[in-house]
């Protein structure tokens, strides 16, 4: 499967809706349980990575695991090059634009590359920006979180994404931030660039996912809902419907 061709060909018809599960969260099992209920409910893919104590092992066997129960795209959404596998469909080679670690910018991207190249896992390259509270991801990176009024920032960080001839943008608040993005700034930001925008973070309930989608997000991320619900078919259909609508 081409992962962006697929990508594409959903965000032809309407928005798209990506569940993201942290492999150090909870076991390969478990994680695999929960993302068939995501795909039941309608989620197009499954991202898998989180901040912190993400390894190689543990992402391995959580791929292997959710590929066992679903037939939609798995994607590493990647903390660094010490936690990667074969069996991904695609990754996310990105660049958190607005980290003041050099790490960030392209350091863990250079050591990965090679692995990647020769694992032969497709990879689609993407603009990350954190927009303030940022939490943990904004901590461990370093990153000059963009100010919740601060639009122009943004702007001016989604459009260099642009012109780097990145595939898409990601506004991310962070995993459990008490607001998602601002409507405004996702409107902002989506009414300046040609490429998809992805937005998530702090996504909590339908009426919030259905307005991220409104202001202009292509693309809705929910997580930290997730590990916390207790019936996730139930949960995300409600937070797909809202996005469709």
């Known amino acids: 499967m081409n992962v962006w061709s697929y ?7 309407g928005k798209m809706h990506m569940t993201l599960l942290d492999p150090a969260k909870q076991s390969a099992e478990v994680a695999a349980t929960m993302a068939l209920g995501a795909s ?15 390894t190689s092992q543990n992402l391995d066997s959580t791929v292997i695991a959710i590929k066992e129960k679903v037939d939609i795209p798995i994607i590493l959404f990647p903390a660094g090059a010490q936690a990667l596998s074969p069996n991904l469909d695609a990754i996310y080679f990105m660049t ?6 050099p790490r960030f910018l392209s350091r863990e991207q ?13 990879t689609i390259s993407m603009g990350y920006i954190i927009v303030e509270p940022g939490m943990r991801v904004g901590e461990v990176s370093s990153a000059e979180v963009v100010k919740r ?20 943008v990601y506004l991310e608040a962070g995993s459990g931030a008490p607001e998602p993005v601002p409507v405004e700034m996702v409107t902002a930001v989506k009414e300046e660039i040609g490429i998809p925008l992805v937005v998530g973070g702090g996504i909590r309930t339908p009426e919030a996912a259905g307005n ?14 997730v590990e916390s619900c207790s019936d996730v078919e139930s949960t995300l259909t409600d937070i797909v419907n809202a996005i469709m609508l």
């Open 212 to 225: 991220a989608a409104k202001a202009g997000g292509d693309i809705i991320v929910t997580g930290t809902l």
């Open 110 to 122: 250079m050591h990965a590359a090679r692995y990647i190249k020769k694992s032969g896992v497709e």
């Open 149 to 168: 009024d601060d639009t122009d920032t943004a702007i001016g960080y989604a459009l260099s994404a642009q012109l780097f001839d990145m595939k898409l």
């Open 7 to 13: 990508i594409l060909e959903i965000l032809a018809k």
């Open 40 to 54: 039941r409910a309608g989620s197009h893919a499954i991202m898998v990575g989180g901040s912190t104590g993400v």
């Open 96 to 101: 958190m634009l607005n980290s003041k670690d």
